[in-house]
């Protein structure tokens, strides 16, 4: 018998997985000189000498991980070829919310033969992880890189970095080499180092720009090639998803996303082909889920007030006074069977955030002598789509 996906076939995607978050690319696009730097400050390993330390810097998106997976894959295939090289390993590591003992422990334990128990958590301090590190390096030897990913978020990244680049010259270790590869969104970071690390790290700086449109199109078209199936994806909708992540930010994440969202939007569809307008209503759907998640992420009140709010738009009543809001507000509090704040204040200065996080426009009326002055509101969000994402947000709460 026939069941639910018995003729389900491969209409669009060839290979989703091409397009998804955690996809390493074989090929790096449009990134030449990058690799050509970091190839200068690596190939000391293939030498037995201690390589550069790196500092990648660059916005989110932007090819810095893709970047270093490729190159460390690509050294370790040239190190296992050349029978003089000495062995390579390579330590990745993601900092963020750690402290420096915490990010020495975790490389300590990857090192530690398997029949070791782990470093302890608490009661030794950085300088004892610092020492057991150095031991594990020299009982292993060959090179280590270690790649230190969102390195800026690190409490006390000085010592780590002041550490860990000299510790073959001062003498911590003798059998093996160590080479820091730290990555950070946030350009300022080098700034906030002192003087004597900046010193001591010797580093080469990569810096990694936003991609422009052209770069963007030649990215996804090297993808749309293995994960659709052949003649699907249509050169228009790479130029359209190409053209919107570079307005935004240059992101490459952002643009491959918008191209399997479009996919995924053809297929719903039942169409056989993806063009522009599939990545168009991408965009709006992925706006929408953005949008959705902010305003879950507001209080009930702020959420009633905001629903009110898209219906005084709907009904032409905007702008409104906090006064005539309030009023409102109470009726669809009660809708929803939740009982309202009573004062006005507590509304004005709801109405007030929600004006901050920019929900709603906020006009100053001033009625001169008497007149007094007052604030009038209304929705700078389309109505209809607030409903509806209030709407998704109570039946989620509310199932059945
Ligand atoms: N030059 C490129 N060629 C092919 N794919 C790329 C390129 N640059 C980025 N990508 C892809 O875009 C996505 C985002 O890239 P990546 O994760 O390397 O960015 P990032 O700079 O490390 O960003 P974040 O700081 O957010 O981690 C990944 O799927 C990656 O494979």
């Known amino acids: 018998?026939?069941?639910p996906f018995s003729d389900v076939e491969r209409s669009i995607f060839a290979a989703k997985e091409v397009l998804s978050e955690d996809h390493q690319p074989d090929q790096i696009l449009e990134r030449d000189e990058e690799i050509e730097e970091y190839r200068h400050a690596l190939e000391d390993?293939?030498?037995g000498r201690t390589p550069q330390n790196i500092m990648l810097y660059g916005k989110a998106g932007l090819g810095k991980t893709a970047v270093t997976k490729y190159m460390m894959e690509a050294l370790q295939t040239e190190?296992?070829?050349?029978p003089d090289a000495e062995e390579l390993h390579v330590h990745e590591l993601n900092c963020n919310g750690k402290t420096v003992y915490a990010v020495v422990r975790t490389l300590v334990n990857e090192l530690l033969p398997d029949t070791a128990s782990d470093f302890p958590k608490?009661?030794?301090g950085t300088a004892d992880a610092f020492e057991e590190l150095y031991g594990q390096l020299d009982?292993?030897?060959g090179t280590h890189l270690i790649v230190f990913d969102e390195i800026d978020h690190l409490d006390a990244v000085d010592t780590l970095l002041y550490e860990?680049?000299?510790a073959r010259s001062i003498g911590h270790i003798t059998n093996s080499k160590v080479g820091v590869i730290g990555i950070s969104n946030n350009y300022t970071f080098r700034q906030s180092l002192s003087p004597k690390v900046k010193d001591t790290l010797m580093e080469s700086e990569i810096s990694f720009s936003p991609y422009d449109a052209s770069e963007l199109r030649a990215i996804l078209a090297d993808r749309a090639d293995r994960a659709f199936v052949d003649g699907v994806c249509e050169e228009s909708a790479i130029a359209r998803a190409a053209a919107i992540a570079a307005k935004d930010r240059g992101n490459a994440r952002q643009a491959i996303d918008l191209l399997r969202v479009g996919g995924e939007v053809a297929k719903k569809r039942g169409d056989t082909h993806v063009d522009d307008t599939h990545i168009v209503a991408a965009q709006e759907l992925v706006q929408r889920g953005r949008l959705r998640n902010r305003i879950r992420d507001q209080t009930q009140h702020a959420q009633l007030l905001l629903e009110t709010l898209a219906y005084i738009e709907q009904h032409e009543e905007a702008p409104a006074r906090s006064k005539a809001i309030k009023n409102r507000y109470e009726d669809v509090a009660d809708s929803h069977a939740v009982a309202p704040l009573t004062t006005l204040k507590s509304i004005q200065n709801h109405l007030s955030d929600l004006h901050m996080l920019g929900f709603l426009r906020r006009t100053g009326q001033n009625h001169g002598e008497g007149g007094g002055r007052y604030?009038?509101?209304?929705?700078?969000?389309?109505?209809?789509i607030v409903l509806d994402i209030r709407r998704e947000i109570e039946a989620a709460a509310n199932p059945g």
């Open 1 to 3: 018998m026939a069941g």
């Open 45 to 47: 390993v293939l030498f």
């Open 79 to 82: 190190v296992t070829e050349r």
């Open 122 to 124: 608490r009661g030794l």
């Open 139 to 141: 009982r292993l030897g």
């Open 164 to 166: 860990l680049p000299r």
């Open 375 to 384: 604030y009038e509101y209304s929705l700078d969000l389309d109505p209809q």
